[in-house]
């Protein structure tokens, strides 16, 4: 497998299974005849967190059928597979009571990885869900209280009757390269010791992708960056709590002193140029962390470094 097949295949909150099947969202016979089916399968989701278990095949989310979902929550039609299976979930104060067998709570910072593709999709729209409606219970432009509409996919006002939908929010995630084809990674004061990532950041109004990659990486590091060279290579969502990770490479520009770094000291408590040994030897050590296995991060210093990087608790 070539490093881009690996990148391909292994961006695993970007996976998914099932069809939105947005068409249904305004369908209401169609979507109380798919909550009351027999092969229906529901999610029970709870401030991130849904039941996993582990089995044979694999880490695999527990869905129910509807009889046995819980009776209180918001309901989200998340879509329906191949077969015609509908997929919902439910949004709770609280998950469920201990189930029998070998089920626990996780979210997908533990477990996005391990999910097939189906499940890590399902979870994946759960849970950005979840965390819009939680930060969008009243109108902004009224105050008044609103409510699910739409199947889960738009608010609207119970007073003056506006609507409100889902915002992702576009931050562009980048690596970097000077003229020796070092890569820059930056490390926040609050990670683990010894953890590096790319330089990452949210796209302003009125930007052009290519200029937030130029002007995050100049914020952040003091590093110019050559806006010709800004290439896309691959998206992810990240629901934590509304991200859409737009990744990028990019070289600096050909200027005098374009390489020399100077963190900003806000967002980066650190910035540094890492050769391919560079980095080899620091992984091989301990004192050099890679980012999460499921990030684009990863996946981006991947391409770069020529093959997957080792994996390693943090």
């Known amino acids: 497998m070539t490093v881009q097949e690996h990148f391909d295949r292994t961006l695993p909150l970007a996976r998914a299974g099932v069809d939105r099947a947005a068409e249904r969202r305004l369908d209401e016979p169609w979507l109380a005849a798919a909550w009351s089916h027999p092969s229906t399968r529901v999610l029970a989701v709870a401030e991130g967190k849904a039941f996993v278990a582990d089995t044979e ?24 597979d191949e077969d ?22 996780a979210g997908l910072r533990e477990v996005g990885g391990l999910l097939g593709a189906r499940d890590a999709g399902l979870l994946v729209h759960a849970t950005a869900l979840e965390n819009w409606h939680s930060a969008n219970r009243f109108c902004p432009g009224c105050g008044h209280e609103t409510a699910v509409a739409a199947a889960g996919h738009v ?18 995630i980048m690596l970097v390269t000077d003229e020796q084809d070092r890569a820059l990674l930056g490390r926040q004061a609050l990670w683990p010791e010894g953890r ?37 290579v691959a998206s992810q969502p990240w629901p934590f709590p509304a991200s859409l990770m737009l990744g990028f490479t990019a070289r600096i520009d050909s200027r005098p002193g374009a390489a020399d770094i100077r963190v900003d000291g806000e967002e980066l408590d650190e910035a540094r140029w890492f050769s391919r040994e560079d980095l080899a030897a620091g992984m091989a050590a301990g004192t050099t962390l890679p980012p999460s296995g499921i990030s684009i991060a990863r996946r981006l210093i991947e391409l770069w470094y020529g093959q997957p990087l080792p994996e390693v608790s943090w």
């Open 57 to 80: 095949a694999g880490t695999e989310l527990v869905l129910l059928s509807a009889f046995d979902a819980p009776a209180e929550g918001e309901r989200i039609f998340l879509g329906c």
């Open 84 to 105: 015609a299976t509908a997929y919902f979930a439910v949004l709770c104060a609280q998950l469920p009571g201990r189930l029998d067998g070998p089920e626990r709570p």
């Open 155 to 172: 608010r609207r006002c119970t007073s003056c009757a506006r609507e409100h939908y889902p915002r992702t929010d576009g931050a562009v």
């Open 196 to 232: 590096y990532s790319t330089l990452a950041g949210f796209v302003e109004p009125g930007e052009s992708l290519e200029q937030a990659v130029a002007r995050e990486v100049s914020e952040e590091t003091g590093v110019r960056v050559d806006l010709d060279s800004v290439r896309y």
